[in-house]
């Protein structure tokens, strides 16, 4: 507790607004008019404190560029995707990864696909085309399908995931999606071939 210099009241001290000295507005207010730069010290300290949403133009906290979800959403939907906002990097994915006759492959299934194309005369290429999409957090990334086979997008997933719809409403063209049940018979191909249990196919990659 401290005394307002103005009326001498004891009153807790506020960081609030800049309250520090005086015990309200209306003391500090009294003190007659301000200079210039005392204007501009405290045009700065609440310029820190609070900005303009660069949507609607209302009030935001801190050093947010947008005041709700919403302004947020139409801001995002204004924006180029950015350079590498994701996309495939190799290795990226959960599976064992490595190179097998000149193919970089995210899993033994993807692997196990490939080996089976390969033994049959199947073109296939791996893929090189994206498509954006805006993921389950509203953000936008890059999909990139497997494969390129007899002209048509392949994409091998070992299980589903809830991004997966979101990724396939971005692509224009055909696509197919391989679950492990779709591969049953061509995992089996492989294993007979090569002696080894598909979850053991990595030791097939090169070194």
Not at 9 to 36: D, H, M, Q
Not at 174 to 201: A, M, R
Request: with cysteine; hydrophobic share 30%; charged share 30%.
């Amino acid at each position: 507790m401290k005394p307002c210099p103005k009326c001498q009241t004891l009153f807790e001290p506020k960081v609030e607004w800049g309250i520090k000295k005086f015990c309200s507005k209306k003391c500090a207010n009294s003190r007659g008019p301000r200079s210039e730069e005392f204007k501009i010290k405290v045009s700065n300290k609440l310029r820190k404190k609070f900005n303009r949403c660069i949507i609607c133009n209302n009030l935001t906290k801190g050093k947010r560029k947008t005041c709700s979800s919403e302004c947020l959403l139409s801001f995002k939907k204004t924006q180029t995707p950015p350079k590498h906002p994701g996309g495939y990097r190799k290795g990226s994915g959960r599976g064992k990864h490595g190179w097998y006759k000149n193919f970089y492959l995210d899993s033994t299934y993807e692997l196990a696909y490939l080996i089976y194309c390969l033994d049959h005369n199947i073109n296939i290429q791996r893929n090189k085309k994206f498509f954006n999409y805006y993921n389950s957090k509203n953000q936008i990334r890059k999909f990139y399908p497997d494969f390129l086979v007899e002209g048509k997008l392949i994409e091998i997933k070992g299980y589903y995931v809830k991004d997966l719809d979101f990724k396939l409403k971005a692509v224009d063209e055909p696509l197919q999606v391989l679950f492990p049940k779709d591969l049953t018979n061509i995992f089996q191909y492989v294993e007979n071939k090569t002696g080894l249990k598909i979850k053991n196919l990595y030791q097939l990659y090169e070194k």
